[in-house]
């Protein structure tokens, strides 16, 4: 059965892209990544929440906190369709996506569904962006 | 159903390996009008309901410039809905943002289905792996490929 284990090909087939578990690379959770987690709990009260910076996949400066991907697991997204659970975390995180995050990979379930998959999926490899070539100031 | 969509995913992986090549017709590029007048909600309203898959990415189909985009681009081959529309939010920041307020949708790529928005990158993944883009393109009187693959598996 096809899961995240489908992009996750893709990101290996086409080159290791590094996803690092936090903006820096050096263990510290950026202000931004910190928010992120603070509003999710706040809002969601969630189970799970897993929130990895993958800013340094991206043609974006080191150190950057453009692009995340987040599990939340809460009850809260009970009866709701994947849309809807989706603009909740929008509307947690209106702040953040109003100003610097701009890609932000969510995976909304309930706890049923967490335990009947629980992994963080992985994202795509770059393609580059807005920018010519990866690295591009 | 498992077994065709493995080969299918292994074709997908080619296809992602090596976006763009090999494709004799794809998806019709369109642009939304430059100098057109602003994106209106009423304009982008009409530009959503002109065609029945409507996909608003980074880049083209022949040549995304975005991972996420590129993976609506690849499920979209995959169930072999070759006539959509796709605009290049690069090429255009008006449409760029206007797009994001009039979805209320702070993110690209965006996909809208029969005028309705349907959801980014994880919900149209979502809805590949459980069944429901196959469903819902039936509605749109599409017929998605991966009907056939299984059939070809069903019959062997």
Known sequence: MLRGRLLGRLVSMAGCVCLSRSSTGSGSVGPVEAAIRAKLEQALSPEVLELRNESGGHAVPPGSETHFRVAVVSSRFEGLSPLQRHRLVHEALSEELAGQVHALAIQARTPAQWRDNPELDKSPPCLGGSKKTRGTP | ?????????????????????????????????????????????????????????????????????????????????????????LDDPELRQGIKDYSNWPTIPQVYLNGEFVGGCDILLQMHHNGDLVEELKKLGIRSELLDAQQDQDSK
Request: hydrophobic share 45%.
């Open chain 2, 1 to 89: 159903m498992s077994g065709s969509l493995g080969r299918a995913a292994a074709a997908l992986l080619r296809w992602g390996h090596v976006a763009g090549s090999g494709v004799l017709r794809g998806p019709g590029v369109r642009a939304a009008g430059s100098g057109a007048g602003g994106r209106s909600a009423e304009q982008l309203d009409a530009l959503v309901k002109k065609d029945k898959v409507v996909v608003f990415i980074k880049g083209t189909p022949e040549k995304p410039q975005c991972g996420f985009s590129n993976a609506v681009v690849q499920i979209l081959r995959l169930h072999g809905v070759r006539d959509y529309a796709a605009y290049n939010v």
